[in-house]
C-alpha cells in the first residue's frame, strides 16, 4: 500500500471504531475528541507497528503480558496443531483434555511449595472471582459460614468484574457502579512514598501491615475469610512494599487463622527476575491467582492455584463445586500455555531477568532520580515505577493529581513509546526478551519525554 491508501485505511478503521465499538477503561467521548485510537496491526519482539507504518517501543508488553515478546511462530504453530487435533473440548462432567492436564501438572511443579491445584479460567478477573468463591466454600466445609469478609488494599487492582472490581480498591473504578459488594473491606496501602510520611520504609511497612491487624479485630476474626494482595502493586502504579511488609501481613493472617491470597497476575512468569514473586517475598499463599504471562497473552487464559491445606478440605469434604466456564481449561490456550512456559525455561528468560536484564533496566532508570520531576524510582526485574513529584525534598504532589503522568504519556507516544501513567507515576514492564540496546532506547525516549513534560508543566 502507498501512503495515502495507508492513511486513508486508518480513517476508516478509526470511524467505524469510533461509531460500533466501546473500548475497556475508555472515556468514549474524550476518544473521539481526540481524533480515535492509534491502530496497532503488527509486531515483532517489543516493537509494535502501527497502521501507518511507525515503529514502536513497547515498554509496558501490551498490558504486562506479553512476556516472551511478539511474533513468536512456534506458539502460533502450537495453537494450529491442537486446533486441528482437538480444539475444544470441555472440562465438566468426569471428562479431561490432554494440555489442562499436562499444564495443571507444570505448574504445580513451577509455584511455590504446596500450591499444587489449579484451577483454570479465562482472565485474571475470571481466576479471582473463582477464588472467592472457593474462600467461601471453605469457610462454609469448615463449619465457620460467618467467616466471609475479605479484606484488600486501597488502590490494589485484581480485575474488572463486580467481583473482582470489589476485591480491587481503585476509587475510579468503585465509582462506575457502587461498588464495592457488599463483604469487601479495604486497609491502607504500602505506598511509603506518598503515604509514608516522617516513618523510615521499614517502620511503614509494619505500620502498613499491622491495619490489617486492627481491621480484622474490628471486624472479629470469626467474621474475616481472607486477606488478598498483589507482592508488588502493578496497576496502582508498581508500589514495591518495604521488606517488613510481607513477613508482617502473613504473622497475621496465620494468627487470625485468615487465608492469604497472593495475586501474581502481573508478577508471575519471570516479570520480577523471579518465577514468582512469592518465591522472592517468601510468601506461603493459600491461594494464587495467575494470568497474563502465562500465555504470554498469545490466548486467554488464567489459573487459580490452590495450595495443598485448602484443596484438601474442599477435594475431600466436598460435593460439588457448582462453578466453572465453559473455556474452563481450553485445550489450545493450555496448549500455548504449556509452549511459553517451555519457552522461558529454554531461554532462560527468568534468570535473564534476574542477573542481567533486570539489574540493568533498574540501574539506567536510576539515572533519571536526577531528573528535576522525578522523585523516586522503583521495581524489581522488568517492572518499574517512575514517580514523578513537584517537589523532591518534601515528596509533594502535583496541584492537579494525573496532569504530571498525562503529559508525560502524550510526550512518550510522541516519541513512539509505550509507556503508561497511573496518577503521576510512569509505569514500565516490557517484555522479558528485551536487549540492552533496547533498554537503553527506551531510557532514552523516556527521559526525553520526562524533558517534554517538564517543559509542558514549566508552561502552565
Ligand atoms: C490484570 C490483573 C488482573 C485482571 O486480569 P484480567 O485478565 O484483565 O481479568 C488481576 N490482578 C492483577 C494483579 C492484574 O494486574
Known amino acids: 500500500m502507498n501512503i495515502s491508501s ?8 478509526r470511524k467505524a471504531d469510533l461509531d460500533h465499538h466501546l473500548h475497556p477503561f475508555t472515556d ?35 498490558l ?6 511478539y511474533g513468536r511462530e512456534d506458539l502460533a504453530r502450537t495453537a494450529y496443531e491442537q486446533m486441528v487435533e482437538l480444539p475444544y473440548y470441555n472440562t465438566f462432567f468426569k471428562t479431561a483434555t490432554p494440555p489442562p492436564i499436562e499444564l495443571s501438572e507444570k505448574l504445580a511443579s513451577l509455584t511455590p511449595a504446596g500450591l499444587n491445584h489449579t484451577f483454570f479460567a479465562n482472565s485474571g478477573s475470571e481466576a479471582n472471582d473463582s477464588i472467592v468463591r472457593m ?22 487492582y485484581h480485575g474488572s468484574t463486580a467481583v473482582s472490581a470489589s476485591l480491587g480498591g481503585m476509587k ?9 459488594l457488599p463483604g469487601f473491606e479495604h486497609i491502607q496501602q504500602p505506598y511509603w ?31 474475616v475469610a481472607a486477606f488478598i494482595g498483589e507482592p508488588i502493586q502493578g496497576a496502582g502504579g508498581v508500589i514495591v512494599p518495604p521488606a517488613t511488609y510481607w513477613p508482617e501481613i502473613q504473622r497475621i493472617c496465620r494468627k487470625h487463622d485468615v487465608l492469604l491470597v497472593a495475586d501474581e497476575v502481573i508478577c508471575g512468569f519471570g516479570r520480577t527476575g523471579h518465577w514468582f514473586a512469592s518465591d522472592y517475598f517468601e510468601i506461603d499463599a493459600d491461594f494464587m491467582p495467575v494470568a497474563k504471562g502465562l500465555t504470554s ?46 519457552i522461558i525455561e ?20 536510576a539515572e533519571l532520580n536526577d531528573h528535576p520531576i522525578v522523585g523516586e524510582v522503583r521495581g524489581m526485574g522488568l517492572v518499574a515505577g517512575i514517580q514523578l513529584t513537584a517537589d523532591k525534598a518534601t515528596r509533594a504532589a502535583f496541584e492537579k493529581e494525573g496532569e504530571a503522568g498525562g503529559l508525560c504519556r502524550d510526550a512518550c507516544m510522541k516519541n513512539n513509546l509505550v509507556a503508561r501513567p497511573v496518577g503521576d507515576s510512569m509505569v514500565l514492564s516490557p517484555p522479558l526478551i528485551i536487549s540492552k540496546a533496547e533498554i537503553d532506547e527506551l531510557v532514552k525516549r523516556l527521559s526525553a519525554s520526562l524533558d517534554d513534560a517538564a517543559a509542558a508543566l514549566a508552561r502552565k
Open 6 to 13: 495507508t492513511h486513508n485505511a486508518t480513517m476508516a478503521w
Open 193 to 223: 512514598y506518598r503515604e509514608g510520611g516522617d516513618l523510615s520504609p521499614e517502620d511503614f511497612g509494619l505500620a502498613a501491615a499491622r491495619a490489617l491487624e486492627e481491621r480484622i479485630e474490628e471486624l472479629g476474626a470469626h467474621k
Open 346 to 365: 529454554q531461554e532462560g528468560l527468568v534468570e535473564k531477568v534476574r542477573d542481567e536484564t533486570g539489574p540493568y533496566l533498574q540501574g539506567r532508570l
Open 172 to 180: 475510579y473504578m468503585h465509582e462506575v457502579d457502587d461498588l464495592p
Open 28 to 62: 468514549q467521548r474524550g476518544l473521539a475528541e481526540t481524533g480515535g485510537s492509534r491502530i496497532i496491526t503488527k509486531a515483532q519482539g517489543v516493537w509494535l507497528i502501527d497502521s501507518e507504518g511507525e515503529r514502536i517501543l513497547d515498554g509496558m508488553a501490551g
Open 64 to 69: 504486562w503480558c506479553v512476556n516472551v515478546g
Open 297 to 342: 497473552g498469545y490466548l486467554p487464559l488464567s489459573a487459580a492455584m490452590v495450595h495443598d491445606r485448602v484443596a484438601e478440605v474442599l477435594r475431600e469434604q466436598g460435593g460439588e463445586f457448582a462453578h466453572g466456564f465453559t473455556y474452563s481449561g481450553h485445550p489450545v490456550s493450555c496448549a500455548v500455555g504449556l509452549k511459553n512456559i517451555q
Open 135 to 156: 474462600i467461601r466454600r471453605y469457610w462454609n466445609l469448615k463449619g465457620q459460614p460467618e467467616k466471609k469478609t475479605i479484606i484488600s488494599r486501597t488502590n490494589a
